[in-house]
C-alpha cells in the first residue's frame, strides 16, 4: 500500500475550509465495488456484488460462462485509460445491457438473491466500519452511487452492520413479476462512466444535502470523480483507490484524486483525513 498526496498544502487548504464549515456542512459520496470493498484477491480483481451472482453457480448451467465472457471482453475496455471517453461509454453500455439481459434469461428471483447475500460474504476493506461508524455517529450522510445492484448492495452493507439512517443507496434495481423472478431492469441503468447521470435529486435528503455543500469523494476509478457532477458544491476532497494497472494509470489518477492509495490499501488514509476534517 502507498499513499499519494498529490499536493500537499493544496489538500491542507481543503481540509481547513471543511473545518470551518463544520460536521453539519459535510456529506460523502461514494463507490460501493472496489471501493469499500476489497479491490484484489490473491492479485486478482476483486469479486463484486453483481460478480457473486456468477461465482456460485446458482443459475443456468451456461450463465458463469457467458457472464465470464462478457468481464474478459469489456473490463479490459473499462479500465484502459488510452481509450476515448465516449468510447468507453458506447462499451460499457452494451457490457450493462447484456449482462443484465443474460441475467433475466438465466432465471434469477429474489430466493435466489437472498440465498448468495447469505452464502457469499464480501471482504469490506479494513477501516470501512470505523470510517461509516464516525459518520453515524455525527449523523453525516453517506451516499453511495454504484454501477451494481442497489438492493442487493443494501442488503451486504446491512448484512455488514453497517446500513444506518444516513447510508443512502443509489443504484441498478431489478423489477420482479409476482413469483419474484427477475424480468427486467429499472432504467436508467447506471454503468461505471455514467454516474454523472445518477440523480441524488431524487433522495428525500436532497434538501438536506443542499446545505451540505463540503464534499468527500470516494472512488476507484476515474470516472468515479463525476459522481458529483451538477452538485453544486463549495469544496471538494476526492482519494482514489488504484487498484490495478497502477505504472500505467498512477498519472491520470493523480491528475484527477487529492489522494490516491495504490496497492489495494486500506481505510488508514480516509479515517485520517476525516479525523483532521472534525477535529
Known amino acids: 500500500m502507498e499513499v499519494v498526496i498529490v499536493d500537499e498544502l ?23 465495488d472496489r471501493t469499500f470493498t476489497i479491490g484484489l484477491i490473491n492479485g486478482k480483481t476483486g469479486v463484486s456484488v453483481i460478480g457473486q451472482i456468477r461465482a456460485g453457480g446458482y443459475l443456468t448451467p451456461d450463465y458463469p460462462q457467458k457472464a465470464n465472457d462478457l468481464f474478459a471482453k469489456y473490463h479490459p475496455i473499462e479500465i484502459d485509460t488510452s481509450i476515448s471517453k465516449d468510447e468507453k461509454i458506447i462499451q460499457m453500455s452494451k457490457w450493462w445491457r447484456e449482462h443484465f439481459q443474460l441475467i433475466i434469461e438465466s432465471n434469477l428471483n429474489k430466493q435466489t438473491i437472498s440465498k448468495i447475500i447469505k452464502e457469499r460474504p464480501l471482504e469490506f476493506r479494513e477501516g470501512t466500519r470505523k470510517f ?22 443494501s442488503e451486504y452493507i ?21 413469483s419474484g423472478k427477475v424480468i427486467g431492469v429499472k ?4 454503468h461505471t462512466l455514467n454516474k454523472s447521470e445518477a440523480s441524488i435529486h431524487k433522495l428525500k435528503i436532497y434538501k438536506e444535502l443542499l446545505d451540505r455543500k463540503n464534499v468527500l469523494l470516494l472512488g476507484d476509478s476515474l470516472e468515479d470523480i463525476h459522481m458529483v457532477a451538477g452538485f453544486p458544491y463549495k469544496n ?8 490495478e494497472n497502477i505504472e500505467n494509470n498512477l498519472d491520470k489518477f493523480k491528475e484527477a484524486f487529492d489522494v490516491v ?11 485520517k483525513v476525516l479525523k483532521e476534517i472534525l477535529d
Open 10 to 32: 493544496g489538500l491542507r487548504k481543503k481540509i481547513e475550509r471543511f473545518k470551518e464549515g463544520g460536521k453539519d456542512k459535510i456529506h460523502i459520496l461514494s463507490d460501493f
Open 132 to 153: 461509516t461508524m464516525s459518520l453515524h455517529k455525527l449523523n453525516i450522510p453517506l451516499i453511495f452511487i454504484t454501477a451494481s445492484v442497489g438492493d442487493m448492495v
Open 158 to 178: 446491512k448484512k455488514e452492520g453497517i446500513l444506518f439512517d444516513n447510508v443512502h443507496v443509489i443504484g441498478n434495481n431489478f423489477e420482479y413479476d409476482s
Open 187 to 190: 432504467f436508467p441503468i447506471i
Open 236 to 243: 471538494l476532497i476526492k482519494i482514489g483507490f488504484l487498484n
Open 261 to 271: 492509495i495504490t496497492g489495494d490499501g486500506d481505510f488508514s488514509e480516509v479515517n
